[in-house]
């Protein structure tokens, strides 16, 4: 089975333009998540799509926004990028995250999109 | 909140020595705890979980047992190789049944010589 896909892997933008991220959950996995990684905050979520429906959402601007499609694939969009938006943006699948009431479901990430903003 | 405290990196050891990262959270409830590895320019890959107490997680001859009574959930290997080396992330998941967030530690960087 293939594993969760994010495009693109690279991306070089200037401060002030807006960037979408893409991310393929591992096929029958509705959940998708967002986290962000840098050196000095390290891992922090961002949001959680389930059945096209964001359900979480960490503590992030409104320039942070995401969505997820029919068929479980999610976009995140940053807009008015900042220097300090300049991270690795993971993407993690699971089969449903607690949506069956199964509190033991795995997150499963993806190689994750390298954004530097100049 | 809940939350996961790890050993500060980085850890350097020489092959086949014994490996232990420490890990201790703070949950309330029953959260999973997870184990995921970072090779460099990648993601992160699962390496291993346990779901409830003295569950015992293990792969790839890793392993780390879920203890309640101490909140820790400690990842050892008998004898590490040079290919071990990357960053190590302890992790809870913060979950309901309407989703929710892993909480992950700051990561222990290893490095493994020849």
């Known amino acids: 089975k293939a594993g969760v896909t994010q495009t693109p892997r690279y991306l070089i933008k200037t401060r002030g333009q807006q960037v979408t991220l893409s991310c393929s959950p591992i096929?029958?996995?509705?959940?998708v998540s967002w986290y962000q990684q840098t050196p000095g905050q390290g891992l922090q979520f961002l949001f959680e799509?389930?059945?096209?429906?964001?359900?979480n959402k960490g503590n992030f601007p409104g320039r942070f926004s995401g969505r997820q499609f029919s068929n479980s694939r999610s976009e995140m969009n940053v807009s008015t990028l900042e220097l300090g938006d300049s991270a690795l943006y993971l993407c993690?699948?699971?089969?449903?995250?607690?949506?069956?009431?199964?509190?033991?479901?795995?997150?499963?990430f993806g190689p994750g999109t390298r954004l530097t903003v100049l | 909140g809940n939350s996961v405290t790890q050993m500060e990196g980085p850890v350097t050891l020489s092959e086949e020595a014994f490996l232990t990262i420490n890990c201790t959270y703070t949950?309330?409830?029953?959260?999973?705890l997870f184990w995921y590895v970072q090779y460099p320019g990648e993601g992160l890959q699962l390496l291993l979980k346990?779901?409830?107490?003295?569950d015992k997680g293990s792969n790839k001859g890793f392993e780390a047992t879920y203890r309640k009574e101490t909140t820790s959930f400690h990842l050892e290997k008998g004898s590490v190789q040079v290919s071990d080396s990357a960053v190590y992330f302890c992790?809870?998941?913060?979950?309901?049944?309407?989703?929710?967030?892993?909480?992950f530690g700051q990561g222990t960087e290893l490095s493994v010589k020849p």
């Open positions: 949950a309330t409830g029953y959260p999973s």
């Open positions: 993690a699948s699971s089969l449903e995250w607690g949506g069956s009431g199964d509190s033991t479901d795995t997150q499963y």
């Open positions: 992790a809870l998941s913060d979950l309901n049944n309407q989703g929710g967030k892993l909480i």
């Open positions: 346990a779901t409830k107490a003295d």
């Open positions: 799509y389930f059945s096209e429906t964001q359900r």
């Open positions: 096929s029958g996995h509705r959940s």
